[in-house]
């Protein structure tokens, strides 16, 4: 295990354009919500690209419009109440 307190899995994307042309890259999962093991290598996967620029691509993920916007709802009560806390208590 190397010395960094994150370490982010990656996720290896291959697909064909519309032109037949292979596209292999890391897919950017930096604004994605991903759980681990989502995603197992051979797995099918939707592939939204830039028809211009395809290595600028994204996937549809499992997770439905519901799921996030519950687990952006969950982050934001627990922030609030962390703030609330340390407002009230004086840290």
Do not use: C, H
């Not at 290598?41 to 290595?55: A, F, L, M, Q, R």
């Not at 994204?58 to 109440?81: D, G, H, M, N």
């Amino acid at each position: 295990m190397s010395n960094d307190s994150i370490t982010k899995d990656k996720i290896t994307i291959r697909f064909v354009t519309q032109k037949l042309e292979w596209i292999t890259e890391d897919l950017n999962t930096d604004f994605m919500v991903l759980y681990t093991n989502q995603f197992k290598e051979g797995d099918k996967v939707t592939v939204i690209y830039d028809p211009n620029n395809p290595k600028d691509f994204t996937i549809e993920t499992k997770q439905t419009p519901k799921q996030i916007k519950i687990i952006l709802s969950i982050a934001r009560v627990v922030f609030i109440s962390i703030g609330i806390y340390k407002l009230l208590s004086g840290s």
